[in-house]
């Protein structure tokens, strides 16, 4: 009996994988300050908010520009896992719907809606359970929980007389800040914030819902170039993060909290709107939004060029290994 048949679709689930690693990668490096400055947001109190351009001056006068970009390096690890994980089990949980679709003699294998959701709730339940730790750490050296830029700037005011130049904090490494983490707070503080992301898995079966069947509706037009993917990506990621952004918030909130701080995700969402109002919710939603649309458009415009060379990288090694 021939193996080659289920070993194709394995190399194109791990292809498709790969190429959202990648995407996400280079997407994630061009946009990361917009989430420094969001995470930064998110976490500081009501009366240590900061306008936009005031956050970047406050964050530069601190930790130079390397400030904007604290824990970018765990942020690239976690991407390009967190992308690997989702676009596999997608990939794979969509082949298995074509599959079915195929043996039900059904007129077309394109998911319907139903089943892009379905395949994005698998794919993005995977994904949180196995990549939350990383997140958790990232979030962590992103907000530099300790003390949020405007609480730290108005203390140098009391403590650097004559207007001196604050002193730069050392940036903390991905391991001391994971070390730390498990040496303080114990395993348990890793998996802090997973329940609103996982309820947050909604963010990419929107995003993903709704490029898929954009897509398919160009498709039966034009052929999707990277350009074309790249507007389609923009417009589902826009419209998720729009939609879910106060779960956002309260994750990023939890991954941050410790000791006797920490609280469920209803009691993190009460405690935002009692403190600040609904628009507590909301906090960084401007560099948010900018930094997904903008990411999601280039992953969506990077993954297909990169799974595009990989078919024909994959193309060029068999007629080698056919000719050999």
Do not use: C
């Amino acid at each position: 009996m021939s193996l080659s048949k289920p070993v194709l679709p394995q190399n194109d689930n791990v292809a498709h994988a790969l190429a959202g690693a990648g995407g996400g990668v280079l997407s994630m490096a061009l946009t990361y300050p917009l989430i420094t400055l969001s995470t930064r947001a998110q976490v500081e109190s009501k009366r240590a908010e900061t306008a936009f351009l005031a956050a970047v001056q406050n964050i530069i006068a601190r930790e130079g520009v390397a400030g904007l970009y604290s824990g970018l390096s765990s942020a690239l690890f976690g991407i390009s896992v967190t992308n690997f994980v989702y676009y596999y089990w997608y990939e794979w949980t969509r082949a298995f719907f074509e599959s079915a679709a195929a043996k039900a003699g059904r007129a077309s294998k394109k998911l319907t809606t139903v089943e892009s959701m379905i395949a994005g709730a698998i794919a993005g339940s995977a994904t949180v359970i196995l990549t939350n730790p990383i997140w958790v750490v990232n979030t962590r050296m992103t907000a530099r929980k300790h003390t949020s830029d405007a609480e730290a700037a108005e203390g140098d005011k009391d403590t650097l007389p004559g207007g001196a130049p604050p002193k730069r904090e050392k940036k903390p490494s991905t391991i001391g800040t994971l070390l730390g983490l498990l040496r303080t707070e114990g395993p348990r503080a890793l998996f802090a914030g997973v329940v609103p992301a996982l309820v947050l898995v909604i963010n990419p079966i929107l995003q993903y819902t709704l490029f898929e069947q954009m897509k398919n509706a160009v498709e039966k037009k034009r052929r999707v170039t990277p350009t074309v993917a790249f507007f389609l990506g923009a417009v589902g990621k826009l419209f998720a993060t729009s939609v879910t952004y106060p779960y956002i918030t309260v994750k990023s909130q939890m991954h941050v909290a410790s000791g006797d701080k920490k609280e469920g995700v209803i009691e993190a969402i009460n405690r935002v709107i009692k403190e600040e109002g609904y628009a507590g919710l909301y906090k960084g939603i401007a560099p948010k939004v900018t930094q997904s649309v903008l990411t999601a458009a280039f992953l969506f415009a990077f993954k297909d060029v990169l799974y595009e060379h990989s078919v024909r990288l994959r193309g060029s090694m068999a007629k080698k290994a056919l000719a050999a």
